[in-house]
């Protein structure tokens, strides 16, 4: 009996689990609402952080040993990515997908694993030329022990985006948005748990624990599709132009660990506590980027690499820009908003504990600076992925290396300004002027011009595949000015007006004037909208009244026929 309503209770869950989503709006809204599951975990981790080591050395290691696997997961663990197997596989029979799928985990495990060896041999030099100053602090062991250990993550990740592939072509994207949700559940877990034992190395064993869960969830869909990889020698003729087609996305993804892993060295080198205010207001900044900017991407891919293998390019251009007009929308209005709420968001979310007023106040005006880039790293994420479902694959590389160079000397150049000039202007612009260092918001300014210049290259490359496109994009931008516009004033206002009526002393009361000054915001946002008529806005209101009617339809109870017993 219990095995038969656990059957009951596991039927419907594993429908809704394993159905396969066609729609993109579809998609993308469903992407975004398990994205927030997972971001919301995010965030507790990130609270977790502050509570317990605030805005001081130790979480200022863990974030800088981070930047070593990312690297090695950028040149190595993507060289068989999804973004290269999903076209290839699409269409593919069984048989050809298992053998391309088992020689690219092979490859990636055989190869992967000899250089993160080689560089866990080397690894106390190369931290020490990267951070001269914590390979001389008290934690110098821990520290690069735990650089070893997050060595592990990047092939369990690469694993993990081959068996990703199967999932996204077969658009079980809930599946797909439940990684990241348990990776940071593992996170959390050696945090609170395994820490306090071990220190430093808990968390990396922790961060292991999350990646093989990332891996584990998607080995239900591989073995349903009957594609699960075994060990499999490689081949010159079938890895040969996976790995040729990989390299450019790989480099990319190398230039860009590499400018992120040149701006770590050098806050590292400003004051103790920048590299973790500046990861905490790029991980916030992650929220709406994961729901707006991933989401859309994510769902476009597949779609966009079907329109073309069916050659139906006006299908492609159809998608890429409804994709970008709903970013560039939501993320203006984003903007508008959170950047007004900047310092409530920080105090609710990160205001706790070892989590000081400076390091609130810092962050605050970091999440100001990273807001105002949010509409390029979005569009960034959907264009990359055009280029590639293009075949357009060494655009993205190229126009990261000039991303980079161009973040990179604009951070050198910034931090040689004379500090009462323009540091000192854009410090008082944020509030955060009376701060000892606030050198950390120039290299967070850098990171995002480099961005715009980035986005450019691929706007105007994309406009000979999809014509017209830029100036589709200008009428969701102008609309969504208005409305950010429309719902920042709102929310400044109702902030004003809340001043007097209680004080700011608690998390609760932060919280909920917050709150109340978001909401104002969204509806005066939406009420923009509306008036302007805008397309997008139309397009989800409609995708929510069909929901609601859907659902009051459902359950409606149906009279009896005649044939049936009252």
């Known amino acids: 009996m219990v095995r038969r309503i656990l059957t009951r209770i596991a039927t419907p869950v594993r429908s809704l689990v394993m159905r396969p989503i066609r729609s993109l709006h579809q998609a993308a809204y469903l992407l975004a609402a398990l994205t927030l599951a997972s971001q919301v975990l995010a965030l507790l981790r990130d609270r977790i952080f502050a509570h317990t080591f605030g805005a001081g050395q130790v979480l200022d290691l863990y974030y800088a040993a981070f930047r070593v696997p990312d690297l090695v997961f950028a040149l190595v663990s993507s060289l068989v990515s999804a973004?290269?197997?999903?076209?290839?596989?699409?269409?593919?029979?069984?048989?050809?997908?298992?053998?391309?799928?088992?020689?690219?985990?092979?490859?990636?495990?055989?190869?992967?694993?000899?250089?993160?060896?080689?560089?866990?041999?080397?690894?106390?030099?190369?931290?020490?030329?990267?951070?001269?100053?914590?390979?001389?602090?008290?934690?110098?062991?821990?520290?690069?022990?735990?650089?070893?250990?997050l060595l592990i993550q990047p092939i369990l990740l690469g694993l993990s985006g081959i068996l990703a592939s199967v999932t996204q072509v077969?658009?079980?994207?809930?599946?797909?948005?439940?990684?990241?949700?348990?990776?940071?559940?593992?996170?959390?877990?050696?945090?609170?748990?395994?820490?306090?034992?071990?220190?430093?190395?808990?968390?990396?064993?922790?961060?292991?624990?999350?990646?093989?869960?990332?891996?584990?969830?998607?080995?239900?869909?591989?073995?349903?599709?009957?594609?699960?990889?075994?060990?499999?020698?490689?081949?010159?003729?079938?890895?040969?132009?996976?790995?040729?087609n990989s390299i450019p996305r790989s480099l990319a993804l190398g230039v860009n660990s590499i400018t992120m892993l040149f701006l770590t060295a050098m806050a590292s080198r400003l004051g103790t506590g920048d590299i973790s205010v500046f990861t905490f207001a790029g991980n916030l900044e992650a929220v709406p980027l994961a729901l707006i900017g991933s989401s859309y991407a994510v769902a476009a891919f597949p779609a966009l690499s079907e329109a073309l293998a069916q050659k139906k390019h006006d299908e492609f251009v159809k998608i890429l820009s409804t994709s970008a007009r709903h970013i560039i929308l939501w993320s203006i209005v984003a903007f508008g908003i959170v950047t007004v709420l900047r310092a409530h968001i920080v105090r609710v979310i990160l205001g706790t504990g070892a989590f000081d007023w400076n390091a609130t106040r810092l962050t605050a005006a970091l999440l100001a600076v990273c807001m105002a880039g949010l509409v390029v790293d979005a569009l960034e994420l959907l264009f990359s992925r055009a280029l590639y479902a293009a075949q357009q694959s060494w655009r993205p590389l190229a126009y990261q290396v000039a991303g980079g160079v161009v973040t990179v000397a604009l951070a050198f150049s910034f931090l040689l300004l004379p500090e009462r000039g323009f540091p000192a202007f854009l410090a008082n612009i944020l509030k955060v002027g009376d701060i000892h260092s606030t050198a950390i918001l120039l290299l967070a300014l850098a990171n995002i011009l480099g961005q715009f210049f980035l986005v450019f290259l691929s706007l105007v490359a994309l406009r000979r595949v999809a014509p017209g496109l830029g100036t589709a994009l200008l009428r969701p931008f102008i609309h969504g000015s208005v409305a950010a516009f429309a719902g920042g004033v709102a929310a400044y206002a109702t902030l004003f007006l809340e001043g007097g009526i209680a004080p700011l002393t608690t998390l609760l009361s932060v919280f909920f004037q917050g709150a109340v000054a978001g909401i104002v915001g969204i509806v005066f946002s939406a009420v923009a909208l509306y008036f302007l008529e805008n397309e997008e806005f139309r397009t989800v209101t409609s995708a929510l009244e069909r929901l609601i009617r859907s659902r009051d339809a459902r359950s409606r109870v149906l009279a009896p026929s005649a044939e049936e017993p009252i």
Do not use: K
């Open 170 to 244: 077969h658009r079980r994207f809930i599946i797909f948005s439940l990684s990241p949700v348990l990776y940071n559940l593992g996170i959390i877990f050696g945090t609170t748990v395994l820490f306090p034992r071990w220190g430093l190395v808990g968390i990396g064993i922790g961060v292991v624990f999350g990646a093989v869960a990332y891996l584990m969830v998607h080995i239900p869909v591989v073995i349903g599709a009957g594609v699960l990889p075994g060990v499999r020698l490689p081949t010159l003729e079938l890895m040969a132009p996976v790995v040729r």
């Open 83 to 149: 973004y290269v197997l999903i076209p290839r596989i699409t269409g593919m029979d069984r048989d050809a997908t298992r053998r391309l799928l088992s020689e690219s985990a092979t490859f990636l495990f055989g190869v992967g694993g000899v250089i993160c060896i080689v560089l866990s041999i080397w690894m106390p030099q190369f931290l020490a030329l990267l951070y001269p100053s914590f390979i001389a602090s008290p934690y110098q062991d821990a520290f690069t022990l735990l650089a070893r250990i």
